[in-house]
Each structure stands twice: as C-alpha cells, then as structure tokens.
C-alpha cells in the first residue's frame, strides 16, 4: 500500500470500540481467500483496521499473553468465525485500553503495532503490587481490574482508571476519567520518587487510595462533563509527552465545571 503515511499512537478503550467487520480470510476474487485477516474497529466514529496477520496475532496476546503462533493458527483453522473470537474477548476484557500504533495511508488508519503485556514487568512488578497493596485494599479494589503494558500499572472500572508509571527515577500516580475521545484527571498527577521496588508500600498505596476517591467522587458527579459544552476538545493524548498529557488533562477536568 503507498501514499501518505502519518505514524500515530492512539489508546482505544474497549468499552467504547464497535467491531464493523472482522475476518481471518480474505476475498481475491475469482473463488479465491487468502489466509490475511480484515478486521474493521470504530472508535468515536473513526475506522481502524486490521490487515496483516502478525497484527492480528498480537491483537489476540492481549487477551492471551502466553498464546504461541502455532496454537494461534490452529484455534483460526477449528474456528470459523474471528468475529465470535473478537466479540467474546472484547465482552470479558471490557475494561482494557488498548494502545497500538496506526499509520494514517490515502485516509484509512492501518494499525500496524500494539504494546503488549511485558512478561517481565508484569511478573515481578505486578505479583508485587497484588502482593501488597491489592492485599491491603483487598475490599477497596474488590470491583477493579489489574493490567500491565511495559512501564504502566492500570487498575480500572468502567470510565474509571488508576495508572501507575514507573520512569527512570519516579513513579507517577494518575486518576483518569473517561470523558469523549479521550481522558480527564480529577487531581494532578502524584509523582512519588522512586521505583517500584524501592518505595514504600504505605506511600504508594496512600496514592491509590486517593486518586481513587477522586475518581469515584467526579463518578457520582457524571452530570458534570454532560453540561460541558467543550467536550469535543478532549482529544486522545497518547502521543504527548507525559507532563503535557498530565497538565492537558487536569486543565479539562478543571474547565468541565466552567
């Protein structure tokens, strides 16, 4: 495929992503498939596709982190229906974000990259955080689910999204609402000095626990961003820097009550 690409990072909350069309085979006419999937997401209104198979593969370690190519294959081959497959993951992991690289070629958005589950992060890092803050919170948390991409921790419900990033000497603690095409922070980003091993479990729990409350608070409060007359503003930040994410969104949240 030729023409102008335009390289864009983009999250795509789950919980808002219809699939059009979604297929391990394609037509080349004359009778003839081909073993290429198309696959068809629209996310507030805009198309992304799916067409490469290793795309695809990865779409589904998402959902399946320890999946290999082989069992991939052979699940297409005894399934006939990649739309089923789709539909039954996206209803059990509703409240995943994915975060995937698109090129945009003669106006179709490609998705040709998807950050995955880091196996080593989420290992050490994540059977900590369950360990010791998901064990102190047990009961606070108890509705939340726990997810890792690389150097980010989401715990989330619904519209709802505490993120924990790890940089190279601090951790960042966010409280991320889910407002039109993108995100609101209901309190500025917390910045705790550190990494994840080495900070205190007390502090980083203090944290969660209070941009959690923040979060359940504006969500009793919907009736907020429902008069926002700007709301076509909040765009998605994913290709911003962290500080200008961080700022953009806190300012969004602050202007919902103007």
Known sequence: MVGNLENKL?????IKIKVNEASSYTYMGRGRYVKQPKIEFVYNGESYFIIDRNVCYKLIK??????????????????????????????????YILTCWYEKDNGSNIIYEFESEDAS???MRLSNVKSSIMYMAIESLADWDLHTTKNRITISNGKKVIEIQETENSVIVRARFMV??????????????????????KILYDNIMKVKDSLENIDKK???????????IIKNTSN???????DLEYQWFLNSFY
């Open 10 to 14: 983009v999250e795509l909350p789950i």
């Open 62 to 95: 998402q959902f399946e982190p320890n999946i290999t190519w082989t069992e991939w294959n052979q699940i297409q081959d005894f399934e006939l229906s990649l739309f089923g497959i789709l539909e039954d993951y996206f209803k059990e992991y509703s409240h």
């Open 121 to 123: 992060f989420g290992s």
């Open 180 to 201: 039109g095409s993108g995100f609101v922070q209901t309190i500025p980003a917390i910045k705790i000095m550190g990494i994840i091993e080495t900070i205190q479990w």
């Open 222 to 232: 919907d009736e907020a961003f429902k008069c926002f007359k700007n709301i076509n």
């Open 240 to 246: 911003m820097k962290a500080k200008e994410k961080d």
